[in-house]
């Protein structure tokens, strides 16, 4: 059994920056891939970034450059540091866990989310 639980959510100027942490349970979490998903209001659930076991990344085009995923094996913790927030990143943001692709379909274990707002 895996437990997320996404932090680090909350009100941020456009411009500015958060970092988000999902700390993970369970004896998988250095094998496994993770991955950043965000969900605006009447949206769909949408790929952000997602990192391997061995720490290689990949992002979304939308993020690319701003957002950075990272992990910490020995905390069984990843990070999505953001940087220079839009409103449009606004969303309620979800870790996973899962393939590494961009698929949601490919993650087994999710956590609650943690609210990101972004004002103008």
């Known amino acids: 059994q895996v437990q997320l639980a996404e932090s680090g959510g909350g009100l941020v100027q456009a411009g500015g920056s958060l970092r988000l942490s999902c700390a993970a349970s369970?004896?998988?979490?250095?094998?496994?891939?993770m991955g950043w998903f965000r969900q605006a209001p009447g949206k769909e659930r949408e790929f952000v970034a997602a990192?391997?076991?061995?720490?290689?990344?990949t992002y979304a085009d939308s993020v690319k450059g701003r957002f950075t995923i990272s992990r910490d094996n020995a905390k069984k913790t990843v990070y999505l540091q953001m940087n220079s927030l839009k409103p449009e990143d606004t969303a309620v943001y979800y870790c996973?866990?899962?393939?590494?692709?961009?698929?949601?379909?490919?993650?087994?274990?999710w956590g609650q989310g943690t609210q990101v707002t972004v004002s103008s």
């Open positions: 369970g004896r998988t979490f250095s094998s496994s891939a």
């Open positions: 990192i391997g076991w061995s720490g290689g990344s």
């Open positions: 996973a866990r899962g393939s590494g692709s961009r698929a949601l379909r490919e993650y087994d274990y």
